[in-house]
């Protein structure tokens, strides 16, 4: 409805390949009609849902369909506009640099594109704060997680602000966090932030303890850390300890089958016990969402009230990887928007 769509909100949890809407999609598809593929490869509708390995063959398709430099530059661009006419005042958009031999596409010229279509939404006045979380493939290991954080490094240096962290993502069900820690520790200590999915499948447990210890500077879903799901009370003494965030992803879970309903969800576990949870898409594009819908998804499964769903929308402001003075501009906008919205 139209408050959720009013609302502003901030969005922290956003993979750029998963987020290409429909529109996008036909765009990239004219672009490479030899591909033979349709829009409904590449997004799980309505009621529709799928094992999370079958989501992981989406991924693939699409990026069979983002494969240039220019390309690149499409989908950031128009899923950050997208983003913006949704209401959404700060973004955190992720993605995995790829290389592409066929186009010419080197990791680095990845990265650039994405940071050219920030700059260029700014230059045009697009009334949303845009930054870049470098992600890690897990699946890729040891040594492409290593040379993923030293891009991410220079990219953190050179590009005034707009990088400012590492996502670890990737099939949950392949590689090891083990592997992937020295990297990890390499670039907190280079002050790049840390956001980790975590127990995103059940088979997790003892990866979550180990990365858990770094600590990270917010958990992607963190399905299966509580006690009820299979968890421990010790992994969410310490989640709770250093108070690090939730990214709550309510459809993408219920599409990708790590979560049985709404009702059921983890949110509500964490939400109740007062831990900050941010509620976030995941997938706009593949999962059919867009964050006014999640917002209102929580707020109808939940039964929160307006003034609740206002708190959470505010309380993610303080869960955002820019520093305090940005933190301090949203927070004034939350202020001026307030009186007209509730
Ligand atoms: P990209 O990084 O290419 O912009 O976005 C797609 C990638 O994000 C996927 O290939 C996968 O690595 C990661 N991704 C997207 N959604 C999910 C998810 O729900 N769980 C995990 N673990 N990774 C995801």
């Keep these: 409805s139209v408050f959720y769509k009013k609302l ?6 956003a993979h750029l390949n998963g987020s290409v809407s429909a529109q996008t999609m036909e765009k990239l598809i004219q672009r490479k009609p030899h591909l033979n593929i349709e829009r409904n490869m590449t997004a799980i509708g309505k009621g529709q849902r799928r094992s999370l390995d079958e989501c992981f063959e989406v991924f693939k398709l699409i990026h069979k369909l983002v494969d240039t430099e220019e390309d690149i530059h499409t989908v950031a661009t128009d899923v950050i506009k997208e983003f913006a006419d949704d209401n959404v005042k700060y973004l955190e958009l992720r993605s995995t640099p790829r290389e592409e031999k066929g186009t010419g596409l080197t990791k680095k010229s990845y990265v650039e594109a994405v940071i050219k279509a920030i700059q260029q939404c700014k230059y045009d006045g697009v009334d949303i704060d845009v930054r870049f979380l470098v992600a890690i493939d897990r699946r890729n290991g040891t040594e492409v997680a290593m040379e993923t954080v030293k891009l991410a490094e220079e990219f953190m240096l050179s590009s005034g ?15 090891h966090g083990r592997c992937l820690l020295p990297a990890l520790e390499k670039a907190r ?3 790049l932030k840390l956001s980790l999915h975590m127990s995103e499948v059940s088979s997790q447990l ?8 770094l600590p990270p500077d917010r958990i992607g879903h963190g399905t299966f850390l509580h006690p009820e799901m299979g968890g421990s009370q010790p992994l969410v003494d310490q989640v709770v300890k250093h108070n690090i965030p939730l990214e709550i992803c309510l459809t993408s879970n ?26 976030c898409t995941d997938d706009k594009g593949v999962f059919c969402t867009d964050l006014s819908q ?10 929160l009230s307006p003034d609740a769903v206002w708190e959470l929308s ?9 520093g305090e003075a940005v933190k301090q ?8 928007i307030k009186p007209g919205l509730l």
């Design 206 to 213: 003892e990866e979550s303890e180990l990365l858990l210890n």
């Design 8 to 13: 502003p909100k901030v969005e922290l949890h």
């Design 314 to 322: 505010e309380r993610a402001v303080d869960c955002i990887f820019a």
């Design 294 to 303: 999640e917002y209102q998804l929580a707020a109808s499964t939940f039964s």
């Design 189 to 191: 200590n280079c002050g």
């Design 254 to 279: 219920i599409k990708g089958k790590t979560v049985p309903s709404y009702s059921q969800h983890h949110f509500r576990y964490w939400y109740q016990l007062g831990h900050p949870c941010v509620i």
């Design 161 to 175: 602000g707009l990088v400012l962290g590492i996502d670890l993502s990737g099939d949950p069900k392949v590689g």
């Design 329 to 336: 501009q949203l927070k004034q906008k939350w202020t001026e």
